[in-house]
């Protein structure tokens, strides 16, 4: 494939070697220019996750983390922050296409990225999201240290001046008193090919802690990150029509419809059901009668895995 683009190396300000994976990066474009007159809206920051980008910076200041198999059955998270903005947020890397269908749900929200299959950008122009990379907002980014391209972070408060606020979050989650039963739950894992997650209940936090790949996952200050709730999520996930620069395809999760998920909070654990009708719509999780499933107040993180 070829290399990245021009503006992309130019919002690249510090560090050598290969500047992303190899993907190319949008243009300034029509829809980009349009989005930032319509008011506030939800950030979402594509974050790499492999062992050489972490410990992560900003993430446990999102309010909905979400978690998704890449190529080679590897994880990358997506961060959406709404209520705050932390100082920096990263390592940033490159988007996939699911997360079109999935940004669908807030308004015109700001997509931070670094780099995409060529052949995707085309989908991204054309989406009703804003899209922010080094290539149209230079000033935004930075390399850390650490080896490229596991380095890039971004500095939300300059591409979105302040926190848009809870009203941008909608996501169709419910916050409030947990449902009734449950069962008790001390740990719980999902496991990709080739990267995993590990959440297990702490009383003396209040949060699932947070643990990738066998390892305790950690905030760049050393604090242990933590989930108020976390939702598994069962959906159809098949082969997109891109693939990798070794070859490999671009798993696609498919998060409109309907089906099974968990919902872990407050050291137990509810079978439920999630569907969400349109892209443009929230996802509901219910209990089999139907009546919503509450949220516990705090971070979320939504883990996608496939349906058996």
């Not at 021009?6 to 500047?19: K, M, Q």
């Not at 950030?43 to 978690?67: C, E, F, M, S, W």
């Not at 998704?68 to 059955?73: A, F, N, R």
Request: one cysteine or more; aromatic letters at 8%.
């Amino acid at each position: 494939m070829a290399t990245v683009t021009a503006a992309l190396a130019a919002g690249c300000t510090a560090g050598s070697g290969p500047r992303d994976d190899g993907r190319g990066a949008p243009k300034d474009s029509k829809q980009g220019a349009s989005a930032s007159a319509t008011g506030p809206s939800a950030l979402a920051v594509k974050i790499d996750n492999a062992a050489a980008a972490r410990p992560h910076t900003g993430v446990d200041a999102a309010d909905v983390v979400y978690a998704e198999q890449v190529e080679g059955g590897l994880s990358r998270l997506m961060a959406v922050y709404a209520t705050r903005l932390p100082e920096s947020v990263g390592p940033v890397r490159s988007a996939r296409e699911s997360d079109l269908e999935l940004l669908r749900q807030f308004d015109r929200p700001t997509l931070a990225f670094s780099g995409a299959q060529k052949k995707l950008l085309p989908l991204i122009d054309q989406a009703p999201l804003r899209a922010e990379t080094p290539g149209n907002a230079a000033d935004a980014y930075f390399r850390g240290p650490g080896s490229a391209p596991h380095n890039l972070y971004l500095r939300p408060g300059r591409i979105v001046p302040k926190p848009p606020g809870e009203a941008a979050l909608t996501t169709g989650f419910h916050y409030g008193a947990a449902p009734e039963g449950g069962t008790a739950t001390d740990s719980r894992t999902v496991r990709y090919p080739a990267a995993r997650f590990t959440f297990t209940w702490s009383d003396s936090r209040d949060r699932w802690l947070i643990g990738m790949d066998g390892a305790p996952a950690t905030t760049a200050g050393g604090e242990r990150m933590a989930a108020a709730t976390v939702v598994v999520q069962y959906v159809k996930v098949r082969e997109s029509a891109f693939r990798d620069f070794l070859g490999n395809n671009t798993p696609y999760a498919e998060t409109v419809g309907s089906g099974k998920a968990q919902v872990l909070r407050d050291g137990r654990a509810w079978d439920v059901n999630w569907k969400r009708e349109e892209a443009t719509d929230g996802t509901a999780f219910t209990t089999g009668d139907g009546t919503p499933v509450n949220f516990a107040e705090g971070q979320v993180w939504v883990v996608f895995t496939k349906a058996p």
